[in-house]
């Protein structure tokens, strides 16, 4: 029977819940299970399950990784390989993958390691099969400087390092034993499953019926996929039809180089297999209405998933009618052409091979050019809008929608920066920049708005807004050197623009530079006179808050609290007329610290309990670190050393996703030292560090959710 529990969802970690049965793999899954476990024995630092595509490699591996989470304490951390197409990202994406909002400029993997230091935590890279040589090197560097670490590699070849324990992942065996004697194999009980999933149950007594369903999964080798596609096609054929369909000849695709045909498999891997799954996916092709094949085509463009609606703007055309998507959608969702996302409701997925052999088929069409043209304007404007509504109600919003569609705007950055096109690419990476430097994509954006400004772009508002983005996000990244530099190009700019509120833009720039260099005089004078323009809605608009926010800063700093809480609240007065959260919050935060200050704990404790609100709601973890920090010392003022201790580790583990503890500032760390010598002094050390430990070990959801309830809601 299969096993159809599913993982506990409690433990730290991302990896996605199951959202089908599990059929077999039982020998497979034991042994990942024995050589991943550190608790079981000694366990190999560096596992790969190599296979045929579609063979099950994703499945069995999260499966044995979830098996195997009580583990490891510090989470088991899933990174989705397949959406990268460019060399030498696979670094950022585990970083990403670990929820490290680093600001700083170091080496990626200098960031990874010095996290994971004294930390016992399962990698499980996914698809590495394109990016093989940088996974190889990735892994190779972690390993060898974090010793609490485990890799788990699911790829159609190995890395070749040293060390590298090799699962080869066979197909599903069809036959139960010799003779006929013992239930029929996997195919067959999966293959059951999801014909009864199409509607097509196969009682146990329908021997005829077996026999038949059998041969399907003989004739396609029991590999997983292409058994999954071949029942789909069992809502609209019978068994009969189906079997008979299978034995048909299918048309080629035109001669030219396909993914699909050069299937790197594991060292001994028959190629017939990869035959058969190329088969197998034809013929649910060629299944397909005729409109069916063009959505699927057209679909291949999107990188890491799309909603109904995208698709709908990007797939519409030529005999694809807008009105006609959403039903072409649904019928190749019930085909398992395409899947619903496991984890965001309303979104869609393609399985690699899927969607290798749709882009081989567009390419055919002559279509991908024009296509991945519309898929790049798509979210071109996608941005424009974004950053249009940024400073509004639908911040939050805009936020959520800058994650999700990660993947997508990163391969519309590449393809736009491709072209020829300057102003258009400096345009389009201006405001990606823009969004992913406040959404905790800093790196990606300094990456894009460096190689966009190189190409010396052309004035405009594109260039205005890229280069502020690029002096921003060097201020969030300590590269105060720089910050100055990109402001006096973005002033240049703005000045050339004819830009007042671009001006103000490089202003935020400059004074946070000298704010953050302990020129606070300078800051000051830098940041007060920037003229205060009516608010606009969009990302100009945000850093107009922004100067505010530096100016409230530097006040705090040199200990001029009710000038500095007389700015907060103005930001904060205006970042709720807008309906805004990234600057209300920071204003929550600055505004509290003053009311600390002052002696007024119950404010000082409500404030940084709203800005630690406001922060979450963004994912802005240096911000709640902060209000975190904030937040202990105003408790322990209240008496309550108990609570101070464990905020304090939460606090840590927040401060430890950022990858600099306190943003180096020596303000911040000289503030945090003094509260946890009080707390300690309350408790004692024992009971401080019990306190502690309890904060350290919650996820980064508990405690938030701790820090903002009440005492006695623990």
């Known amino acids: 029977m299969p096993d159809t529990t599913h993982p506990n969802p409690g433990n730290l970690g991302n990896l996605p819940p199951e959202t089908h049965s599990f059929v077999g793999r039982r020998a497979e899954l034991a042994l990942l299970q024995a050589v991943l476990d550190p608790d079981a024995g000694p366990a190999a630092r560096l596992v790969s399950v190599v296979g045929v595509g579609g063979v099950g490699k994703t499945r069995l591996a999260l499966r044995a990784a979830a098996a195997v989470r009580d583990a490891y304490p510090d989470g088991v951390w899933l990174t989705e390989l397949s959406p990268l197409h460019t060399p030498g990202l696979v670094d950022l994406a585990v970083m990403e993958t670990l929820r490290l909002a680093d600001r700083s400029t170091r080496p990626v993997i200098d960031v990874i390691t010095e996290w994971a230091h004294g930390k016992r935590l399962l990698l499980v890279l ?20 974090v010793p609490g670490l485990r890799i788990l590699v699911t790829s159609r070849e190995r890395l070749a390092l040293p060390g590298e324990e090799v699962l080869h992942l066979e197909p599903l065996p069809v036959d139960g034993g010799p003779g006929g004697s013992a239930p029929a194999g996997d195919a067959v009980t999966l293959f059951a499953e999801r014909a009864a999933d199409a509607g097509r149950p196969l009682g146990d ?13 003989r004739r396609l080798d029991g590999i997983p996929l292409a058994l999954e596609l071949a029942a789909a096609r069992l809502a609209d054929l019978t068994l009969d039809q189906l079997h008979a369909r299978l034995g048909e000849r299918l048309p080629s695709l035109p001669d030219f180089p396909s993914p699909l045909d050069l299937l790197t498999s594991a060292p001994g891997e028959r190629p017939p297999r990869h035959r058969t799954l190329r088969t197998a996916i034809g013929w649910s092709h060629e299944l397909c209405a005729p409109l069916e094949r063009l959505l699927w085509a057209r679909l291949s463009v999107f990188t890491g998933g799309f909603c109904a609606e995208t698709a709908q703007q990007v797939c519409a055309g030529g005999p694809l009618a807008p009105e006609r998507i959403a039903g072409l959608l649904a019928r190749l969702v019930a085909q398992s052409i395409v899947l619903p996302d496991p984890v965001i409701s309303a979104r869609y997925r393609m399985l690699d091979t899927v969607r290798e052999y749709g882009t081989d088929w567009l390419h055919a069409l002559g279509e991908e050019h024009a296509v991945r043209r519309r898929h790049r304007e798509h979210y071109a404007r996608l941005a424009h809008q974004g950053c249009a509504e940024w400073n509004t109600g639908r911040q939050v919003a805009w936020c959520e929608r800058v994650l999700s569609e990660h993947a997508n705007f990163r391969a519309a950055v590449e393809s736009a920066l491709s072209e020829p096109d300057r102003a258009a690419a400096v345009e389009m990476a201006g405001h990606v920049g823009f969004l992913w430097r406040h959404c905790g994509y800093l790196r990606e954006a300094q990456a894009c708005l460096d190689q966009a400004l190189a190409a010396d772009p052309p004035p405009g508002h594109g260039r205005t807004l890229a280069l502020w983005s690029r002096g921003a996000v060097a201020i969030l990244q300590g590269d105060q050197e720089a910050a100055a530099n990109w402001a006096v190009r973005c002033a240049d700019a703005a000045r050339a623009q004819g830009s007042p509120v671009g001006m103000v833009a490089a202003v935020y720039v400059r004074g946070g530079q000298l704010a953050l260099t302990s020129r606070l005089a300078e800051a000051i004078d830098v940041l007060a006179a920037a003229p205060q323009l ?35 609240d103005e930001v904060r007065t205006a970042s709720r007329k807008q309906g805004e959260y990234w600057c209300g919050a920071f204003a929550d935060y600055l505004i509290a610290q003053a009311d600390l200050a002052h002696g007024d704990t119950a404010a000082a404790v409500n404030g940084a309990r709203t800005s630690i609100a406001g922060h979450a709601l963004l994912h802005n973890t240096v911000g709640a670190a902060m209000s975190l920090d904030l937040l202990a010392a105003a408790i322990v003022t209240t008496g309550d050393a108990h609570r101070a201790a464990r905020l304090l580790g939460i606090g840590t583990r927040l401060w430890e996703l950022t990858g600099r503890a306190q943003m180096d500032s020596p303000d911040l760390i000289a503030t945090r030292r003094t509260c946890e010598l009080r707390v ?28 903002t309830s009440r005492p006695g809601r623990q």
Do not use: N
Not at 685 to 706: H, K, P, Q, V
């Open 680 to 707: 300690r002094e309350r408790l004692g050390d024992d009971a401080y560090e019990t306190g502690y430990r309890a904060g350290l070990a919650m996820s980064y959801d508990e405690g938030i959710a701790y820090a």
């Open 126 to 145: 996914d698809s590495c099969e394109h990016l093989l040589a940088d996974c190889a090197k990735a892994a190779a560097a972690l390993l060898s400087r």
């Open 534 to 568: 009516p608010i606009q809605d969009d990302a100009f608009g945000a850093a107009q808050l922004q100067v505010r926010l530096a100016l409230s800063l530097a006040h705090v700093l040199r200990g001029e609290y009710e000038r500095g809480r007389e700015v907060a």
């Open 205 to 217: 007594d329908d021997v005829a019926g077996r026999a038949l369903a059998a041969a399907v999964c």
